[in-house]
């Protein structure tokens, strides 16, 4: 059962223009939320998080977005520059350190 | 500080061998993590440990796998018989204040 998801395997997006990544999830105990990006041959790297109390949070480019009531969170980047591209995982928390993550979504940004 | 430290990065072996990974989280991290990276599923995590106690393993796929935390600072994650379906990446991580920093990962070929 995969309780966190990520509809979109892959998303190509102009250079200069908005992306905008995609997360879903089902257990409404959850309680925090974060984005890690993704280059080959490497570790996912912590990007921006968000806790259940806030719908948004901002750092520099990023951007995530929470609506609890539909159990959705986005992520932001703008403007998207080349070094964006990457495969992006969404997780999410609850009471402990455990995070479950999404399947991921492979951006490819175009110069 | 290093980071968390992976070992081997490259792992070639053949059907029915023992295989084992190792890891060593960054210093002061209590929290513990083995995911296993594959295309259908993303980041699986396969076992949870804090303050060197095995808390989650309930994603361990069988009991081929097992894994250990003997200390805070060293890990391993074995598997007897190793099998051609268990070649993917494995990632250790370890968490701080609910965020993962992730070692760079053992690509594990089982052939």
């Known amino acids: 059962d995969q309780q966190v998801k990520q509809n979109s395997p892959s998303l190509s997006v102009q250079e200069g223009r908005i992306s905008i990544l995609n997360c879903d999830y089902t257990?409404?105990?959850?309680?925090?939320f974060l984005w890690y990006k993704k280059y080959p041959a490497e570790g996912p790297t912590f990007l921006i998080s968000?806790?259940?109390?806030?719908d948004k949070n901002e750092d520099g480019r990023f951007t995530v977005f929470l609506n609890k009531s539909a159990k959705h969170l986005s992520l932001h980047i703008v403007p998207s520059q080349p070094g964006d591209s990457a495969v992006y995982f969404c997780?999410?928390?609850?009471?402990?350190?455990?995070?479950?993550f999404g399947t991921g979504t492979r951006l490819t940004i175009i110069p | 500080d290093a980071g968390v430290i992976q070992s081997p990065r490259h792992e070639v072996t053949e059907m029915g061998q023992e295989v084992t990974l190792r890891c060593k989280p960054i210093?002061?991290?209590?929290?513990l993590f083995w995911y296993r990276q594959t295309m259908m599923r993303g980041l699986e995590l396969l076992i949870y440990?804090?303050?060197?106690?095995?808390?989650?393993d309930s994603g361990m796929p069988e009991d081929r796998f097992s894994a250990k935390m003997p200390n805070a600072s060293f890990s391993t994650l074995k598997i007897q018989p190793s099998e051609p379906r268990d070649s993917a990446v494995y990632f250790c991580?370890?968490?701080?204040?609910?965020?993962?920093?992730f070692g760079q990962g053992t690509r594990l070929t089982v052939v």
């Open positions: 991580a370890s968490s701080f204040q609910r965020k993962a920093f």
């Open positions: 968000i806790s259940s109390i806030k």
């Open positions: 257990n409404s105990m959850f309680d925090y």
């Open positions: 997780a999410a928390a609850f009471g402990n350190e455990k995070l479950t």
């Open positions: 210093s002061g991290h209590n929290s």
């Open positions: 440990f804090n303050n060197n106690v095995p808390i989650d």
